[in-house]
């Protein structure tokens, strides 16, 4: 399976951001697909998860109320839309697939997307 994200992009604060995810199939271990990001000399954080069967997306709590996950099942695409972007949102994002949903979504990845760049400016 692969995982093509883009939206790559240099914003200012206050705009908004929507980042894609394709995935080449889906399959028992894409089941859920989550968003991730790493700022510059910081660990990855994971950002969300959503199903592709439904139900209402995880967040955590750093990126809730400003952020929203979606899907298209049609395209096997999922969405990561940002609004009211912050300087500390500055970040390399990546999707990633794997088959635990909510909190647990990071406890097992079974493919990884290639980092997308989002720069926010002051």
């Known amino acids: 399976v692969q995982l093509q994200a883009s939206g790559e992009g240099s914003v200012q604060a206050g705009d908004s951001l929507r980042l894609s995810c394709t995935a080449s199939?889906?399959?028992?271990?894409?089941?859920?697909m989550g968003w991730f990001r790493q700022a510059p000399g910081k660990e990855r954080e994971f950002v969300g998860v959503?199903?592709?069967?439904?139900?209402?997306?995880y967040y955590t709590d750093s990126v809730k109320g400003r952020t929203t996950i979606s899907r298209d099942n049609d395209k096997n695409t999922v969405y990561l839309q940002m609004n009211s972007l912050k300087p500390e949102d500055t970040a390399v994002y990546y999707c990633?697939?794997?088959?635990?949903?909510?909190?647990?979504?990071?406890?097992?990845?079974?493919?990884w997307g290639q980092g997308t760049l989002v720069t926010v400016s002051s």
């Open positions: 199939k889906r399959t028992f271990s894409t089941a859920y």
């Open positions: 990633a697939a794997g088959s635990y949903s909510g909190r647990n979504f990071p406890s097992r990845i079974d493919f």
């Open positions: 959503i199903s592709w069967s439904g139900g209402t997306p």
